[in-house]
């Protein structure tokens, strides 16, 4: 008798225990809650957190999370509006925020995650679409290149955006976020991780990065070896005219010394028949020592005055 009293007060305390378990439940502070009863959501949900009754065994508490959630996308190939190929690779940061519509569209956390992939990759690859490369590697439209003594904006053409990838990324977040709102889901953040090349069209668009610096620095050299030119060419004029003053100077010099020598000669040597003869023989000489020497052979006649200055020397 006593074990059946034992027993049924055991068994007593085991459905005291069941039903107040499966009557109470806690909601904590980063929770909500939807409950269902046969798979269906009844009431409104439990955002407050604390202890909370429900029908027991009847009514089963889903919980929800209330913090904020990442989603990171894979990283996936699309080609850009000038048909070049990159990878991008995307995150946002998103939240529950009407816990029964997402429970009713989506159920759990990875039906979300998928409908994220779906919706955040199409408008990525929608966007990208749209622009050219420029525009998304490029973060504003405002951002000006790094310039330098020798590299003015006036004079290299660099290629000019219009958006930029700031303003890509808003586009995708506003267009994906209006979309999502009607899962229960608001769309925090939308940033573009990674971008990167394609591994078979890198090497061409590295080619064609070495391509433009090689005309910017041909350009340079042409400039330069313009401006050495024009340089050349001013020092050259102006050596030939320091070379023609001087030499109008020198031969100026010398013709006035020539005049003096001939006046001083006629001075010494004019006057009288015999100084000027003695002139004579002497500028003679010295025409003769000029075009004379001992490998000259001359023929004389017999009545030059060469023959005759000879003869009378003997």
């Known amino acids: 008798m006593k074990k059946a009293v034992g027993f049924m007060i055991f068994a007593f305390v085991v459905l005291v225990l ?22 269906k959501p009844i009431g409104e949900p439990v ?23 990442a ?47 779906d919706i955040l990759g199409s408008e990525t690859r929608n966007a990208v679409a749209k622009h050219d490369l420029i525009e998304v590697v490029r973060s504003t439209k405002d951002r000006k290149p790094q ?11 660099f290629e000019k955006i219009k958006v930029g990838r700031r303003a890509i990324e808003q586009n995708v977040f506003e267009t994906a976020k209006a979309k999502l709102e009607d899962f229960g889901i608001t769309l925090l953040d939308l940033r573009f991780k990674r971008i990167n090349y394609n591994g078979e069209v890198a090497p061409q668009i590295y080619q064609r990065m070495i391509s433009e610096r090689q005309q910017i620095a041909e350009r340079f050299r042409s400039e330069g070896a313009g401006e050495a030119a ?15 003053e001087s030499y109008k100077s020198v031969q100026s010099i010398l013709g006035e010394a020539d005049a003096e020598s001939t006046r001083i000669y006629a001075e010494a040597y004019g006057g009288t028949p015999e100084r000027e003869s003695f002139y004579k023989f002497v500028k003679t000489l010295e025409a003769y020592d000029e075009i004379l020497d001992d490998k000259t052979t001359v023929i004389l006649s017999t009545d030059s005055e060469l023959f005759k200055l000879l003869e009378g020397s003997e």
């Not at 499966?22 to 502070?29: A, H, P």
């Not at 955002?47 to 959630?69: D, S, W």
């Open 71 to 117: 989603w990171d996308g894979a990283s996936s190939q699309m080609p850009t509006r000038d048909k070049t190929y990159i990878q991008v690779d995307t995150f946002a940061r998103w939240q529950i925020s009407d816990p029964l519509a997402y429970f009713q569209k989506l159920r759990d956390e990875r039906s979300a995650l998928s409908r994220l992939d």
């Open 47 to 69: 955002t407050e957190a604390g202890l909370h009754f429900k029908i027991p065994f009847v009514v089963k508490v889903n919980v929800i999370e209330k913090r904020l959630l």
């Open 230 to 244: 024009r340089w050349k060419g001013k020092m050259e004029r102006e050596v030939k005219k320091i070379e023609s």
């Open 18 to 39: 069941l039903f107040v378990t499966g009557t109470i439940y806690t909601v904590k502070e980063d929770q909500q809650v939807i409950l269902t009863q046969f798979g």
């Open 147 to 157: 310039l330098t003594d020798i590299l003015d904006e006036k004079e290299i053409d």
